[in-house]
Structures are given as structure tokens and as C-alpha cells.
């Protein structure tokens, strides 16, 4: 089984910088794609940002230029680096994993407890 920790999350103000991290721990053969979405009160979850084994990125449009994602593959660990926060950034952010147990498994998707953000004026 593996297990999802965020941290880092917290209340900052409008123009400020948070960073969060994504430890993923248990049995892990390898991670293919890592990523960071969230969900506000009221509203869907969303994509924020997403980083696959390869270096390619995604973000959203809100986001971009603002945020960056980044992983250290040895540590098994996702980074969310959120700068220029809004209030509109404000939810509760989840880390996103899709993870293969073994050479010969099918991945499996993984999410964790998630992290609250929040950010006034």
C-alpha cells in the first residue's frame, strides 16, 4: 500500500509564498506521474499542476507562471512552489500520485489527506 503526506500548507498573505510537499511512501516499484490539485469550498476539485517521470509539466491557467512543480525522484517527493498567492488560491490542496507496486503491476492512483491553504488580504 502506499500512502501520500502533504505538508507545508498554512495561512499566508495576498503576494506571499507558500511551498508544499508530497512525500509518498510504502511499497513503491516506481512513480510515473505526480501531481498537485485542489478544491475550494463550493467547487469541484481542479488541476493546479501536474510533472511526469520525464520532466514534462502541465498547469493550470491560473496558476501559471506563479506556481511550479517539481519532484526529487530519489525521495519519492512532490513540490509545489506557490508564489504570488491570491485569495482565489485559497482550498484545501491534494497531492496526486499514479504509482506501480512492482515491474509487472498495473498502476494504481493515489491521492493524499490533503493540505489547507489559505490566503487573505
Known amino acids: 500500500q502506499v500512502q501520500l503526506v502533504e505538508s507545508g500548507g498554512g495561512l499566508v498573505q495576498a503576494g506571499g509564498s507558500l511551498r508544499l510537499s508530497c512525500a509518498a511512501s510504502g511499497r513503491i516499484f516506481s512513480i510515473t506521474d505526480m501531481g498537485w490539485y485542489r478544491q475550494a469550498p463550493g467547487k469541484q476539485r481542479e488541476l493546479v499542476a501536474t510533472?511526469?517521470?520525464?520532466?514534462?509539466?502541465t498547469y493550470a491557467d491560473s496558476v501559471r507562471g506563479r506556481f511550479t512543480v517539481s519532484r526529487d525522484k530519489d525521495k519519492n517527493t512532490a513540490y509545489l512552489q506557490m508564489n504570488s498567492l491570491k485569495l482565489e488560491d485559497t482550498a484545501v490542496y491534494y497531492c496526486r500520485a499514479e504509482v506501480y507496486s512492482s515491474f509487472y503491476s498495473m498502476p494504481t492512483i493515489t491521492w493524499g489527506q490533503g493540505t489547507q491553504v489559505t490566503v487573505s488580504s
Open positions: 510533472l511526469t517521470k520525464d520532466g514534462s509539466t
